[in-house]
């Protein structure tokens, strides 16, 4: 498995993590990292992630909400959300990875982690849908 995808799956885990403790984000991470040791590079990968997700929750969330028609956002299982916002965060921030990499990347670790054996198909789904409505050259 590469860095990349092994940092992806880390910002997954972190922000299950933040969002199932509560409490203080800071605190969480740096319990987080003293568990999981990680070459410089992968953490700075997934720390950017996280970040880049924390830096624009409200639009990221809002995106994803719009994108999953027919689902209430809340309802969405935790580490669906989760791979969703590490995926979307990526797509919409992320200049040096193409969108059909991060999408493939993001039903790959749904695939692993999912809530249910079905969940890669629904992210797939909504992640395509938030790729051609807010990614300019989606898919070229």
Known sequence: MGKRRTARE???QLLYQIEVGGGDPEAVKIRFWDEYRAESDVELFTSSLVKTYEEHAGEIDKIIATAAR????DRIAR???NILRVATAELLFVEDVPPK???NEAIEIA???GSTEKSY???NGVLDRIMRENVEGDSE
Do not use: E, P, S
Request: proline residues 0%.
């Open 111 to 113: 695939k692993k982690y």
């Open 101 to 103: 990499v991060t999408l």
């Open 10 to 12: 880390l910002a997954v």
């Open 79 to 81: 580490v669906d959300r």
């Open 121 to 123: 198909g629904f992210i």
């Open 70 to 73: 027919n689902w209430d956002f």
